[in-house]
C-alpha cells in the first residue's frame, strides 16, 4: 500500500480533459513539502512532467498542470492526445523518516 | 546531455548478492544527490535509497535498510548499490535518478534506463 494515494485509472477521450489525484497525509503534502509528477510510458523509465507542484520542465506541453492544496495534489491534462497514454505517479517527501513517497500510479486510457 | 546508466542486474538465488552500478555523465556529479527507485514487475514506483552529492549522508527505504548499502565515487562518476540477503520480494526493475535540488524534497528529474534483478531459485 502505498503511502500516496493514487486512483488506479483514469480513462478519457481525445481533447477531453482528465484530473489524477494525489491524496498525501500530515505527514508528507501536509506537511509543506512539494509534489512531483512522472509520466512512465509503456516499457520505459519515468520523466519527470511536474516538479514543485506546478512547474513543467523543459519540453513538457502546456497541457499539463499540476496544483497542490493542504493534504493533496492533483495533476490536470487538457486536449488529451493518444500519446498521453501512460502511467502517472505523484510523489514527495516524507518527514516521519519515511523518506521519498510515491503514489501508487494512475493508468490513463485514451479512449 | 546528463545520461545515466545502471548495470549489473541479473538472475540471482534467494540469500544472494548483487551490486549494481550507475554511470553518470553529463553534468557536475559531485553536485548532485542521487537515488535508487525499483518498479516490481507490473508494480508501481519504490524509493530504494539516496546519497548525497558527498556521500556523507546516506538514506534507505526500511524494507532494505541493514541488507544494501549505497555509495558513490566521485571521481568516476559512478553511483552502486550493493544488494546482500535478496528476497524473492526484491525482484525488479532498479533505476538510479538524478535530485534535482539541494533540499531533500526535490525532484528527480533525469532517470536511467534501469537494470532487471530477478532473485528466485
Known amino acids: 500500500q502505498s503511502v500516496l494515494t493514487q486512483p488506479p485509472s483514469v480513462s478519457g477521450a481525445p481533447g477531453q480533459r482528465v484530473t489524477i489525484s494525489c491524496t498525501g497525509s500530515s505527514s508528507n503534502i501536509g506537511a509543506g513539502y512539494d509534489v512531483h509528477w512522472y509520466q512512465q510510458l509503456p516499457g520505459t523509465a519515468p520523466k519527470l512532467l511536474i516538479y514543485?507542484?506546478?512547474n513543467r520542465p523543459s519540453g513538457v506541453p502546456d497541457r499539463f498542470s499540476g496544483s497542490k492544496s493542504g493534504t493533496s495534489a492533483s495533476l490536470a491534462i487538457t486536449g488529451l492526445q493518444a500519446e498521453d497514454e501512460a502511467d502517472y505517479y505523484c510523489q514527495s517527501y516524507g518527514s516521519n523518516l519515511s523518506g521519498w513517497v510515491f503514489g501508487g500510479g494512475t493508468k490513463l486510457t485514451v479512449l | 546531455e546528463v545520461q545515466l546508466l545502471e548495470s549489473g542486474g541479473g538472475l540471482v538465488q534467494p540469500g544472494g548478492s548483487l551490486r549494481l552500478s550507475c554511470a553518470a555523465s553529463?553534468?557536475?556529479?559531485?553536485?548532485?544527490?542521487m537515488m535508487w527507485v525499483r518498479q516490481a514487475p507490473g508494480k508501481g514506483l519504490e524509493w530504494v535509497s539516496g546519497?548525497?552529492?558527498?556521500?556523507?549522508?546516506?538514506y534507505y527505504a526500511d524494507s532494505v535498510k541493514g541488507r544494501f548499502t549505497i555509495s558513490r565515487g566521485n571521481s568516476k562518476n559512478t553511483m552502486s548499490l550493493q544488494m546482500n540477503s535478496l528476497r524473492a520480494e526484491d525482484t525488479a526493475i532498479y533505476y538510479c535518478?538524478?535530485?534535482?535540488?539541494?533540499?531533500?524534497?526535490?525532484?528527480?528529474?533525469?532517470w536511467g534506463q534501469g537494470t532487471l534483478v530477478t532473485v528466485s531459485s
Open positions: 553529463g553534468f557536475s556529479f559531485r553536485n548532485y544527490a
Open positions: 514543485d507542484n506546478k
Open positions: 535518478a538524478r535530485r534535482e535540488g539541494v533540499i531533500k524534497s526535490s525532484a528527480m528529474d533525469y
Open positions: 546519497i548525497s552529492g558527498s556521500g556523507d549522508s546516506t
